[in-house]
């Protein structure tokens, strides 16, 4: 608390004292916290080694490898950033690296539409990681470890002729 009281823009002294108030199930200094971070983070973006769109690329190739029986249930959404609905739900932390939601889309799509949708935060994977390898491994935990959860009757058989082969630009 000192310190967010001597450096008010300190989002990462925000964010600890944010974590720190939902370990004692403060839920509403929790959320004070962490809407502050949300604020001072998106006035002041993180320097990434990615730009989006390669980080995106990234991501998607990602999927195709550790998701493919998986993506007819499960879409995979790259964003910078959450948006502040994210504050709406305990624990609200802008600085999560992915979420889990229900796929809500009002586009027509061909064919069934996805059932979940995973949200991977491009800023907040960067800010988290300090490598490129490090990066690598965040992404390929999250697809595994979300991968675990799709009901085995949702897995669907991969086509390899509609997998773009990995060394091929997406």
Wanted: hydrophobic share 30%; aromatic share 10%; with cysteine.
């Amino acid at each position: 608390t000192r310190l967010t009281e001597k450096e008010p823009h300190h989002a990462d002294a925000h964010f600890y004292l944010g974590v720190a108030h939902e370990s004692r199930g403060n839920k509403e200094a929790t959320h004070a916290a962490f809407s502050l971070v949300y604020k001072l983070d998106t006035q002041n973006p993180p320097q990434c080694r990615y730009r989006f769109d390669p980080f995106r690329r990234l991501v998607e190739q990602l999927a195709r490898t550790y998701l493919s029986d998986a993506l007819g249930y499960l879409s995979v959404v790259v964003e910078p950033y959450p948006d502040e609905q994210v504050l709406q739900t305990f624990p609200h932390d802008p600085r999560r690296v992915s979420i889990l939601t229900e796929h809500h889309s009002f586009l027509p799509s061909i064919g069934p539409k996805p059932r979940k949708r995973l949200t991977i935060y491009h800023w907040n994977i960067e800010r988290l990681c300090f490598s490129d390898e490090e990066i690598l491994l965040e992404v390929k935990q999250i697809l595994q470890e979300e991968a675990s959860y799709v009901p085995k009757d949702s897995l669907r058989k991969a086509d390899p002729t509609t997998q773009p082969p990995l060394s091929q630009p997406l």
